[in-house]
Structures are given as structure tokens and as C-alpha cells.
């Protein structure tokens, strides 16, 4: 009964969605596919595992395909802070272009200054221009952290001069919804790193308005979209973790997905790297990996058209979709051992605010993989010697 009031909600939703005019006449999602030789049996595959990675039932993929199509009816507003354009290139720089690609491609997105022609003056122009005529209905994405207060000069941008706090505060302000992308956006990233001269900090600290965190360096495509398709879906913001991820994407650790976890199980450890752990896929958690402690679905998706990831590629996670990475997860070919509890967030770590785990358990769960490591040794003495 559930899920059917559910269903018949977003139905209702997508067809009020129907009724706004399409903002690009010349031109729809269904017909950009066509083009480029996607079948209509490839999409709702896609949809299907949208769908799934939403966590919906799957009959509701037809509803997510529905969201994929009218996708073309709300403008976005993407704006580049301090950053380094990563997440816009995981998003949209593939040699084949998948399906989230050319969906985000052409749906309306009204001002990107990493894929529009124009510059300078006319870039402003478009701007203003856009922030006016879709006041209140724009959905609003920043990638990059925001040089802030005193320090505000150190991002400015265009012939008015205006700081990227000043532009960022004006957008946020008429949008009906607000993506952070990026760690650097989500929790100011690198750039707000320890001395963080420039004085940057995330999204979330230059407006009183509720901002979706789309964290990693870079997220994943699917992340940027299927947190898109959930708000075209609902119409609200989704379920969100305690640093306001979506939990859909967020709500598991990088441990728990690992293909290495057998080997984490079994005490199977990488030494160091090019040993004979290395070579057979033993788990990288005493070379530095973040995984145990590090919120993403990285595993799951992958990267490079879904191919690989780090650790499948041989290199520990390093915990960038967590706040404060750059400080609190290093040395990055490191383990963190017990470290994580006396520096990170105020000493509670990741696990205890992200799924409010008592503080005992947590520092008992933390030791006992610091443990777990370092008896293995005991246990493979010859492990790596070969």
C-alpha cells in the first residue's frame, strides 16, 4: 500500500511536470538519444538500474525514465568556484558518451561557464539574465569551494569584479533547489585544507537555504544525475545523511562494497605496494585505505565508463566524499589506525555522526580494524616474503 501511494505521488508530480513548456522547442531528451544511437531498450535498461540505485521498486522504472525525459523542463544554473573543474569533467569528458552524459548535456542547463561560448561581459550578461527569467524555478549547482568573509577577494570573477561569495549568494537566493557538487563544494575540499589561507568554505556556510551534498573528487556521474532524477521525481529534497549526502548514494561505506572485503576478512594484507599481496589483490587498508571510513558507492559505479576505481585498481581509498579529507585522512598511503578518533570531526569520526553509532561502539569498531590488520601479520608472517 505504501509503495502504491508512493507510485500514484510521483505520478502526479511528472504530470505536473508535463504541463511546463519545454524550454528548448527544437529539440528532446527522447530525440537526442535517437541520434546518437541509443535504442529505447538501452534507456530503460539505464532507467532500471536508476531505479535501482535509488532504492525504488522496480516497477517504478518507468517513472525514472519518465523524470529522465522531462528533465529538459527545469533550467539549471551551474557556477564554478575554486576549483578545478573535475566534477564537470567526470560528468560530461568520455570518449562514448553514456546516457547521464547526454541527458545532462541537453537538458536546460542555462549558464556553465566550463561548456557555454560566450565570455566576459556577455558570460555576466547571461547570468543576470538567467537568474532573472527563471527566478524562484532554477535548480542551482556550484562545484567549488567559496573564499569567504575577509578573505572573499581571493575568487573574483568577470569585469564587474564581483567575489564568487557575492555571485553565490545571489543565485542561491531564488533557487528552488541547491546542489553542492564536489567535495570542494560540499565541504570546501583542497582549497579550505589547513592554513586554508584563502579563508574558503563550503556552500552550505553562504546561504541559510538547504543545500544537497554531492560529495567526492571528483563524484561519479551517476551520483551528479540519479541526485537530479530523485528531485525531478519527489519534488523535494531526498533522504540525507547527517552532512546532508543522499543516503541512496551515501548511506554505505566503501568497506562494505569492496570486492576486497573477503580479503580484509580473511586477514590478507598489501604490505606495500608491488608486493606479492599487491599482485593476487590482498586489501590495501595497511597502505593507507580510507574505505572503513569513508561514506560512497565508488565500488558500485566505478569510474572511466565504469570500469575501474582506485582500489580495483591497486590504490587505497583516500576519503575524499568526507569533510575535512585533505587534513584528517593523511598521510594517504598511511592506515589510520586509531588517529581518526582523536582528530576527526571533534573526535566522534565519520561512522558516529553519519549513522549516529554510540561513540563506544564506534571507537571499538575503529580498534578492532586496526587490530585485525595488525594480527594478521602474525598470521601471514611470510605474507609478501615470497
Known amino acids: 500500500m505504501e509503495d502504491l501511494n508512493l507510485f500514484k505521488k510521483l505520478s502526479k508530480r511528472l504530470e505536473d511536470l508535463e504541463q511546463l513548456p519545454k524550454l528548448n522547442e527544437a529539440k528532446s531528451i527522447p530525440e537526442v538519444l535517437e541520434e546518437k544511437g541509443i535504442e529505447r531498450r538501452d534507456f530503460m535498461k539505464w532507467a532500471t ?54 541527458i545532462f548535456d541537453y537538458i536546460s542547463l542555462e549558464y556553465h561557464e566550463t561548456l ?17 527569467k527563471h527566478k524562484g524555478n532554477y ?39 541547491i546542489f553542492a ?20 568554505v563550503p556552500l552550505s556556510k553562504v546561504t541559510n537555504k538547504s543545500v544537497i551534498n554531492v560529495p567526492g573528487c571528483p563524484p561519479s556521474e551517476k551520483n551528479i544525475v540519479g541526485t ?10 531526498p533522504s540525507l545523511d547527517a552532512y546532508n549526502r543522499p543516503k541512496w548514494a551515501y548511506g554505505l561505506r566503501i568497506h562494505d562494497m569492496c570486492e576486497r572485503r573477503g580479503r580484509f576478512d580473511a586477514g590478507e594484507f598489501v604490505e606495500q605496494f608491488g608486493d606479492e599481496g599487491a599482485k593476487k589483490g590482498y586489501c590495501l587498508y595497511k597502505v593507507g585505505c580510507k574505505g572503513p571510513y569513508t561514506f560512497n558507492n565508488c565500488a558500485k559505479n566505478k569510474f572511466n565508463q565504469h570500469t575501474s576505481w582506485p582500489v580495483q585498481a591497486g590504490h587505497g581509498c583516500i576519503g575524499c566524499s568526507e ?26 569520526g565519520a561512522d558516529a555522526t553519519a549513522d549516529k553509532i554510540g561513540i563506544g561502539l564506534l571507537a571499538l569498531t575503529g580498534v578492532g580494524i586496526a587490530a585485525h590488520a595488525a594480527i594478521s601479520k602474525f598470521k601471514n608472517p611470510k605474507e609478501g616474503e615470497e
Open 49 to 102: 538500474a536508476i531505479t535501482a540505485m535509488l532504492a525504488l521498486p522496480g516497477n517504478f522504472t518507468p517513472l525514472v525514465a519518465k523524470a529522465a525525459e522531462l528533465s529538459d523542463r527545469l533550467p539549471i544554473i551551474w557556477l564554478h568556484m575554486a576549483e578545478c573543474t573535475g566534477c564537470s569533467e567526470s560528468l560530461l569528458r568520455t570518449d562514448a558518451p553514456t546516457i547521464d552524459s547526454l
Open 116 to 132: 557555454m561560448a560566450s565570455a566576459g561581459w556577455q558570460a555576466e550578461q547571461n547570468l543576470e539574465n538567467a537568474l532573472k
Open 139 to 177: 535548480i542551482l549547482m556550484v562545484e567549488g569551494g567559496i573564499p569567504a568573509g575577509k578573505n572573499d577577494f581571493y575568487l573574483t570573477i568577470g569585469g564587474h569584479g564581483h567575489t564568487g561569495e557575492h555571485n553565490a549568494k545571489i543565485a542561491c537566493e531564488d533557487a528552488k533547489a
Open 181 to 200: 557538487i564536489g567535495t570542494c563544494s560540499s565541504f570546501g575540499g583542497v582549497q579550505a585544507a589547513i592554513p586554508n589561507p584563502s579563508g574558503t
Open 228 to 237: 537530479l532524477l530523485q528531485y525531478i521525481l519527489y519534488g523535494t529534497l
Open 323 to 348: 569533510p575535512d579529507f585533505w587534513d584528517t585522512m593523511g598521510p594517504f598511503e598511511e592506515p589510520v589506525a586509531n588517529k581518526l578518533y582523536n582528530t576527526t570531526f571533534g573526535g566522534l
